[in-house]
């Protein structure tokens, strides 16, 4: 079984300035890592993912992640936020190589608020 | 349509209430995941389709809960007895793959049923 901790649930931070946000994973087995948006009253939407090579992952929006394997960790960074950035984060995980990695496991959201 | 659409966007149901909440996938897409996702906390797993095979429903809370894609595209979640503990709201995802682990691979998410039993 795979659990996910996102360490903060609201970040407030001033627009133009950096923002990361926290996750941690456990497993017993490895894992896949994704990054998931939810802008309000839409669906939520992949940022990015990392499934394996270069530890250091890009996504939309000027988004980046880094896996780090030996801390379970998947931070989510953007070096200077917008307003329009302001929504709710969920870190997620799913095992490699099961017959169930189709099956997503969520952290628990981090919700950022960009003022101006 | 372009996107995963659900509906109602809110039900109100009374304790005891049956509830039928419907999600339509983006055409062509053979996968489709139901989640539960209760106020302050993230999505939790309720069940997966591969096409109109219901392959896993390992989440499904109790067997008041009952999900359905009799023709391997329109999908519904029904509730019966509906409780408190119930209230949530329900998203409904599709792909075209099942597995999570594709570089092209994504799900799609739709905007979800807000469910609040009284």
């Known amino acids: 079984a795979q659990s996910v901790t996102q360490l903060d649930s609201q970040v407030p931070v001033f627009e133009e300035a950096p923002v990361e946000l926290r996750c941690n994973y456990s497993s017993s087995v490895s894992v896949y890592l994704f990054w998931y948006v939810q802008y309000p009253n839409q669906g939520l939407q992949l940022l990015l993912k990392?499934?394996?090579?270069?530890?250091l992952v890009k996504g939309i929006n000027g988004f980046e992640a880094e896996f780090n394997k030996s801390q379970t960790s998947f931070h989510l960074r953007k070096p200077s936020v917008h307003i329009s950035d302001t929504a709710e984060y969920f870190c997620a995980v799913s095992p490699i190589l099961s017959t169930n990695d189709y099956k997503l496991s969520f952290g628990a959201g981090t919700t950022v608020t960009v003022r101006a | 349509g372009a996107g995963v659409s659900q509906s109602p966007r809110y039900k109100v149901a009374k304790r005891g209430q049956d509830v039928a909440l419907r999600c339509d996938p983006i055409s062509g897409h053979v996968s489709l995941f139901w989640y539960q996702q209760a106020l302050g906390q993230g999505p939790e797993f309720l069940t997966y389709f591969q096409n109109e095979a219901q392959l896993d429903k390992s989440g499904l809370p109790s067997d008041r809960f009952f999900a359905e894609r009799p023709e391997g595209s329109v999908s519904t979640l029904k509730i019966q007895r509906t409780q408190q503990e119930d209230s949530a709201v329900y998203l409904c995802?599709?792909?075209?793959?099942?597995?999570?682990?594709?570089?092209?691979?994504?799900?799609?998410f739709g905007s979800g049923t807000q469910l609040s039993v009284l």
């Open positions: 990392y499934l394996s090579g270069s530890t």
């Open positions: 995802a599709s792909s075209l793959d099942n597995s999570q682990g594709g570089e092209g691979e994504k799900l799609f």
